[in-house]
């Protein structure tokens, strides 16, 4: 058997006979090991034994792997191996890649491969780790066995077989991290009576002539954080409910379209109603944007979010809310962060008002598939983005 060392030295003469520019440290670390390496060697392995390398299965080869216990930042790693030459096991590597997007940018920068060295421990082992694990990503995963040697090097195993796993979807606990990064700078309550939706006439028309003058619910886009367990999978109608602090009224610019239904906020924010928080993010500008999920009780929207959400009390949040004021209803909505609202069932036209609008449609502000600001401290936390 090789250590380390001596078998990547000897594959990087090999390799470099066949064509291949690498450039390997001969350090024991199994960072050494680049992907396109590994595709190399196990590509050899069915050469003729000429090779050498079966020698390396003196060490067992990890196989049947498992993945378990899928979070946002964390699983878990099982095999089953041979029992022999089990107890000369001191470590585990670990080559964990994010899995290759084929529509990828091809001049954005390549992410570097994880090299994970763990010592050997019963298993299932837990792989945690945001630096490395970011939520709803595609990832591949190869383990191989070694035993460290007293010079510091390592003899090796073969690697095992190649597994994909993606990871999950923020969990309630990360929502709440985001939700309290929010209430820092959602600012003063402004009052607020409607909420409004703008699109084009002919969404309008064609809400008429196909639907019964009922809008419909439909699946929320990818905009925002890319951990966020409603983008791709909960069903709604997006409303804003901002208003211009000098008129108290919504504005007469809108980046979706020149036409506006505008319905009372009664009629979707009211005692029947749940509110949830859904997201927080921006788009590389000095505004953010706060996702609001209203779900009638009962409703499937609503038992969607509660397994998922934080719910907010309707009476006492920081973002909006629904209070008795001198026997009235008061509505009011955070000044400092722009709010989308979802309504997760279908709403009729005849419960509002349809009419132009006499500003401009600024396409700039549309939201509409926006990634999140990576960079930004104020909405990002730390489990991916």
Request: proline letters at 5%; glycine letters at 6%.
């Amino acid at each position: 058997m090789r250590t380390y060392t001596e078998d990547v030295n000897r594959r990087k003469s090999r390799w470099q006979e066949e064509g291949y520019s690498l450039n390997l440290s001969s350090s024991p670390s199994p960072a050494a090991l680049g992907d396109r390496e590994r595709t190399c060697f196990n590509g050899m392995r069915n050469k003729s034994q000429d090779s050498g390398i079966a020698e390396m299965e003196e060490l067992p080869v990890p196989h049947n792997i498992k993945i378990s216990n899928i979070t946002c930042d964390s699983f878990k790693i099982s095999w089953d191996m041979d029992s022999k030459s089990k107890e000369r096991i001191t470590h585990y590597f670990i080559d964990l890649n994010k899995k290759e997007n084929k529509n990828s940018n091809k001049f954005k920068h390549k992410d570097v491969p994880t090299k994970l060295v763990a010592k050997a421990v019963p298993l299932p082992m837990t792989v945690r780790g945001h630096w490395f694990l970011s939520p709803r990503t595609e990832y591949t995963v190869a383990v191989q066995t070694a035993s460290k040697q007293v010079d510091g090097d390592y003899m090796v195993s073969e690697w095992s077989e190649i597994i994909e796993f993606c990871t999950g979807d923020y969990s309630k606990v990360h929502l709440t991290q985001l939700l309290e990064k929010a209430e820092v700078i959602a600012g003063r309550m402004l009052k607020f009576s409607v909420f409004y939706r703008n699109q084009h006439k002919e969404y309008f028309d064609y809400i008429r002539e196909q639907h019964g003058s009922a809008l419909q619910p439909s699946v929320k886009d990818n905009s925002g954080s890319h951990g966020s367990p409603i983008s791709g999978k909960l069903e709604g109608i997006f409303f804003s409910c901002h208003t211009e602090f000098n008129t108290g009224k919504p504005p007469q610019d809108s980046p979706y379209g020149r036409y506006r239904f505008e319905i009372a906020a009664e009629k979707l924010f009211n005692p029947n109603t749940n509110l949830y928080f859904g997201d927080f993010y921006c788009m590389y500008t000095a505004y953010h944007y706060v996702i609001l999920v209203l779900a009638p009780a009962g409703s499937p929207g609503d038992e969607f979010c509660k397994q998922r959400l934080p719910q907010l009390n309707l009476q006492d949040n920081k973002f909006l809310t629904c209070t008795e004021e001198d026997g009235a209803t008061i509505y009011h909505h955070a000044q400092d962060v722009i709010l989308e609202v979802i309504y997760t069932d279908p709403v009729d036209l005849s419960l509002g008002t349809v009419a132009e609008i006499t500003g401009h449609q600024l396409m700039s502000l549309s939201t509409a598939n926006a990634k999140k600001d990576p960079s930004c401290k104020t909405c990002n936390i730390s489990v991916g983005r």
